[in-house]
């Protein structure tokens, strides 16, 4: 019974979810962390070489139909990226789906995959591997470490850290947020400062505490894995190994418990 509470289907609808296949149908929702690197290695990448990899982009780059384009001669209207509202023009005519990588950004590597509608900010760092989906925002002095999988429309936010983390569609980490090890359910909002920390003080694995016990998850590093439109308030943090089901709330400058909570839960 408990293991059926723990599936990523408890957590999550991924019914439109694009990277749907990293998580098992019927194991743990945590084995999606330990398939990840394998999985970021195996999708195709576009050829970045036309880029500077490395080092700031001296120049605004638009990223339309798998080529780099120089924005010089381009009109860009910079609305919410996560609403469609970013817009790029050529001679007076849309590049529907055209991406933006402004310039001062850094891509580091060559394993980076950007969607349609992305806007990367200045002094954004991403490291590869790492695959952007659709309409999402990467904000100013975001950084984002590897093996991060963001989904369609989401934020990561100015000075949010992530690593080896999972965004799924409408995830938002909007301001000064650290995620390792961590998954985010569908429209899951982070209120600025929260913190999902991923390694105990004491060494060995995490292991989940629930009704029935303790589960053993396999993983020395896991941060906190948040079911669909799950909140958390401002400077709040969760320990190492912290599953939230469904519509809960983390109160601002709360510490959520490790542990098992179920949907709809309220951490005070």
């Known amino acids: 019974m408990i293991k059926n509470m723990l599936t990523a289907k408890s957590f999550f609808d991924l019914s439109d979810f694009s990277h749907c296949?990293?998580?098992?149908?019927?194991?743990?929702?945590?084995?999606?962390?330990?398939?990840?690197?394998?999985?970021?290695?195996?999708?195709?990448?576009?050829?970045?070489?036309?880029?500077?990899?490395?080092?700031?982009?001296?120049?605004?780059?638009?990223?339309?139909?798998?080529?780099?384009?120089?924005?010089?001669?381009?009109e860009i209207e910079y609305g919410d990226a996560t609403k469609g509202h970013l817009k790029v023009y050529k001679k007076g005519q849309q590049l529907a789906g055209a991406s933006v990588i402004m310039a001062g950004a850094v891509l580091l590597g060559n394993q980076i995959n950007l969607g349609t509608g992305v806007l990367i900010e200045p002094g954004a760092y991403i490291n590869s591997p790492a695959i952007i989906g659709d309409q999402t925002e990467v904000r100013?002095?975001?950084?984002?470490?590897?093996?991060?999988?963001?989904?369609?429309?989401?934020?990561?936010?100015?000075?949010?850290?992530?690593?080896?983390s999972i965004f799924l569609d409408g995830a938002k980490a909007g301001h000064f947020a650290y995620l390792g090890d961590s998954i985010l359910g569908n429209q899951v909002n982070l209120g600025a400062g929260t913190k999902m920390a991923n390694l105990k003080f004491i060494s060995g694995n995490i292991r989940i505490k629930t009704d029935n016990g303790q589960l053993d998850?396999?993983?020395?590093?896991?941060?906190?894995?948040?079911?669909?439109?799950?909140?958390?308030?401002?400077?709040?943090?969760?320990?190492?190994?912290?599953?939230?089901?469904?519509k809960s709330f983390v109160l601002p400058n709360t510490t959520a418990p490790s542990g098992y909570h179920g949907a709809n839960s309220i951490i005070r």
């Open 21 to 74: 296949r990293i998580f098992p149908k019927e194991g743990y929702v945590w084995e999606a962390l330990k398939s990840l690197k394998d999985y970021m290695i195996a999708q195709d990448y576009p050829d970045l070489a036309s880029l500077p990899i490395g080092k700031p982009l001296p120049k605004t780059m638009i990223c339309f139909e798998g080529n780099f384009i120089d924005a010089d001669k381009m």
């Open 217 to 246: 998850t396999g993983l020395r590093k896991m941060g906190a894995i948040l079911g669909d439109h799950v909140q958390t308030g401002c400077n709040s943090v969760t320990n190492p190994g912290t599953l939230l089901g469904k």
């Open 140 to 164: 100013q002095g975001a950084y984002l470490r590897g093996n991060c999988l963001i989904g369609k429309k989401c934020v990561v936010g100015h000075v949010t850290e992530v690593k080896h």
